[in-house]
């Protein structure tokens, strides 16, 4: 034999015994959890069973159907350090499912590992002053809001009510942002099972710079079993959706330029979440406006939502929860998305639409093809309130004094797997393209937001050298055996 085919054979024999050794050890963690743990791990290898093709399904994106060796479905804390010992003693790969709404393929799901799947741990308690409620990371935020509404409070967390706690992982966009912050900037304190098998409370005076890691730094410092979210009294909100035929747009792209540069500057109880949608060769704007008041109609600041022409609304006075379980009723399940953030400029939103339209016409041939476009303002003063709340990790302190930040969510769904071939490199190009016109006209701002991030998208890079620097420290000071790099490999890995 040649000595190059040799030395082929040899190296794929060496990757066929590198797979098997892991095989093994999967296997071996899959048996060990359900000694130790019964009716807490489902194999593939058990035919017929129903929760473990239920739990490895139930992903929001089709890129995330993937094929775990088994699932664990832990019930509390203690459940998930015996796993993470187990995991680490034998150099298991798994993966770490809150709400499955990731988009991105392997973030919170994994082939021929153990998909960890936290959806039973959903205790939810107030602390005796009700400043604070500290809820299990398997719940949705329909779930969250219907607990914390019941008892006249809300939280700074997501607007759709099936997505899950790992929203507050990467930033967090949410109806309260204009007053409060960030999601993110509106956790306490985050109940932590690290590296090693044990459990952490991580806030503003005890392990701080863990705190501040996972205020962006998603999967890379440990499980997260609790976070415990700030309280706001609420009475609810008078709130609901536009919709807006084609023949509005020119209207609504000047009302989401106002959004951006006064109204949720200047307004910080009201929140709007600008969305153009195309379907069926057509788009329109279907957009969520909300007043954070107990009123019956729109404030002054928010008038020019409802002076466009529309041809349906449902506003009214009611719970988040509410809302956020009908936000959900209109919006298919996907498959990928992209996001960037620019310094709010008239011209180039206005232009990134007709673009992003273009795209969608072209696409249009396509089966089941959707294309969905929102831009969500953080303002100077969401930005001053993660600061005054102990700073988070994605760097947008750095932006310009007293500018908003407009941050782009393009996302596209389709429903055969073979058209990947043809849409997905189209997508990314065009979604670059649009990056770079916006670092020509010297608007583009480096943050990547993880939540709305695909999977070649440099996220934690985002947030600066500094902040880089020291989510690595921090990650070598938790987790020096580098197991939630090395073992959980999905989702936005920091690089060290
Ligand atoms: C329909 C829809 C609506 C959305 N609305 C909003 C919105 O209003 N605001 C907003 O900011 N974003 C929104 N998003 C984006 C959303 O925040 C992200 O998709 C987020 O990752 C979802 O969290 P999850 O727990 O549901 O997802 P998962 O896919 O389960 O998890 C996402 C990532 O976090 C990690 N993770 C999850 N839980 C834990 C844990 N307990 N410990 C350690 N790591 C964990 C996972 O490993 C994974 O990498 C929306 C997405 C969709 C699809």
Redesign the pocket.
Known sequence: MHAGSLASVLTLLGVVTALSYQDAAVTQCCSQLAAQLPNTTFSRDVSNSSIYYKTKTS???AT?WLNPTCVFLPARTADVEIAVSIFTANECPF??????????RA??NIDDGILVS?KIIKDITFSNDIATVSVG?GL?WAEVYEATEARGYMVV????G??????V??????YLNNRHG??ADNVAGHN?ILANGTTVFANATHYSDLHWALKGG??N?????HYELVLYPSYGCFGGRFTYPHSSIEAVKKAIYEYHVKTAIEDKDVHV?PTYVFADNTTYGYTPVVSNRNVTSLPESLRAWSEIPHTNETLKLRKYGNLANE??AG?P??QS?YTFTVYPDQAFFSELFDLWEKFCVSMAHIGGFNGLHTVTPITPHAIAEGIRRGHNALGIGQAKPNTTLSVFYL?IIFNNGADSEEVFPAWEIFVRTLQVRASVLGILFPYI????SDHNQQVLQSYGERNVKRLQTVQRRYGPSLVFQRL?T???KLQL
């Open positions: 992903f929001w994106s995330e993966a770490i499912r809150g709400g499955g709404h990731s988009a991105i973030a919170a936290m990371a949705t967390a997501g607007r759709f099936t997505v899950g706690t790992g929203l992982l990467g930033a967090g966009f949410s960030l999601g932590v998603g999967n410092f440990g499980v997260v079993s979440l936000l959900v919006f399940d996907g998305h996302g937001m993880m939540n709305y959980v999905g989702g936005q």
